[in-house]
């Protein structure tokens, strides 16, 4: 479906978030590519495909690990925790600065969703309670297997590891980092009264559990400055075998704590129809990003309207902008939009990755 912005649309205006003004409202959701190399670097392609969407506000990169232990989730998932990790992503961060566009790097520790032939190591998570899925590994498709809880002196080093990461992300140009605290990965499992079955000041109450989160954000802050630093959760969203029964508590208490240190945004994943939403939106009066969901396809028309109320900052698209580089300029003349090809979501190459047209193409294509 076609949709038209004009140029007075509430999407096309700056705004800016945090220490970065974002030259308009439409961002670019975390993608996972499945392109990296074996040891973690990112592919030799992700600063042209990156590059290739400069136009959008802000682009936030694919999920990438803090750590080696932090990733094992799906195959070939980059990470930001050695130098040559840092030195490719300082590549990406000067491409798309090279366009005028902006980007944060979205930082995960994957917890329980990860198989030891991925990551080559343990899994691990709030509680020894398995996520009942499988991923694809080189073995072929494989169950998750029953993660062991975290002792409590392993979460001060996982926190730190956050911290180390997001100094390099920094140092390598990216103007943000935001903060995987959402789809069911280490940080939602440990905000879950399902998952996260602890007993120590981890697990519990709503402000227990909502305390990793939270001394993740605080160490970034205190490291990067808060007006560089993004928060992304999903409350509710059964993602990743998430369960969780209270779905309200433990983000109440973590908007509560963090709510002044200033954060660049919050990026909530959510139908803004919901219960969930209204809550969040009401705890969290600054800057909201919104991504409406992997269950329906973007409505542009609701965004616009969504923005012109005030209700969001910006909003956050994954596929359509996977799928057309172009998309703000589509969205400025009324163009059809590409359809995004799955079968290449995670495949290896070029194909379905750097090689979507743009109008340009197209219209040279048929000239
Ligand atoms: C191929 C693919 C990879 C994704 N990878 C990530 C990721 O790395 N981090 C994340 O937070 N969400 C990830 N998501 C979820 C998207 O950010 C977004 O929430 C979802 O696609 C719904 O938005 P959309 O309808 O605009 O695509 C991914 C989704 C898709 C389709």
Redesign the pocket.
């Known amino acids: 479906m076609t949709f038209t912005l004009g140029e007075d649309s509430p999407l096309l205006q700056p705004v800016t978030i945090g220490d970065t003004v974002a030259a308009n409202r439409i961002f670019m959701?975390?993608?996972?590519?499945s392109r990296a190399q074996a040891d973690g670097t990112p592919s030799d392609l992700a600063a042209e495909y990156y590059s290739q969407r400069g136009a959008a506000g802000v682009i936030i990169s694919?999920?990438t690990a803090v750590s080696a232990d932090a990733n094992g989730a799906y195959m070939n998932t980059p990470g930001n925790y050695t130098d040559t990790h840092q030195e490719k992503w300082a590549e990406i961060a000067a491409a798309v600065h090279e366009t005028g566009g902006r980007m944060f790097m979205?930082l995960?520790h994957v917890g329980r969703m990860a198989h030891p032939d991925i990551s080559g190591t343990e899994v691990v998570g709030p509680s020894a309670i398995a996520a009942d899925l499988t991923t694809h590994t080189r073995q072929g498709k494989q169950p998750l297997p029953v993660p062991r809880a975290l002792d409590t002196a392993e979460i001060v080093p996982i926190v730190e590891r956050f911290r180390a990461s997001a100094r390099r992300a920094i140092d390598a140009g990216m103007d943000g980092v935001e903060i995987?605290s959402?789809?069911g990965y280490l940080l939602h499992e440990f905000l879950s009264d399902v998952v996260n079955q602890r007993t120590d000041a981890y697990g519990g109450s709503p402000d227990n559990r909502a305390r990793l989160t939270a001394e993740v954000v605080e160490a970034i802050v205190a490291e990067v400055g808060a007006g560089r630093v993004g928060l992304?959760i999903s409350p509710g969203n059964p993602a990743g075998d998430m369960r969780e029964v209270d779905t309200i508590g433990a983000y109440e208490a973590l908007l509560n704590r963090i709510g002044g240190l200033g954060l660049a945004y919050l990026h909530v994943?959510a139908d803004p129809s919901t219960p969930e939403f209204g809550v969040i939106r009401s705890l969290w009066p600054q800057t909201l990003v919104l991504?409406?969901?992997?269950a329906?396809?973007?409505s542009f028309c609701q965004l616009e309207e969504l923005a012109d109320w005030g209700v969001i900052g910006a909003a956050?698209?994954?596929?359509?902008f996977?799928a057309n580089p172009d998309l703000i300029d589509r969205l400025r003349v009324g163009a059809d939009l590409n359809t995004p090809d799955e079968a290449t979501?995670?495949a290896p190459g070029p194909v379905g990755y750097v090689d979507y047209p743009t109008l340009a193409d197209l219209e040279l294509k048929s000239a």
């Open positions: 959701a975390p993608l996972t590519r694919e999920a979205q995960w995987h959402a789809n992304r994943v991504n409406t969901g992997r329906t396809d973007t956050a698209v994954g596929r359509a996977l979501f995670y």
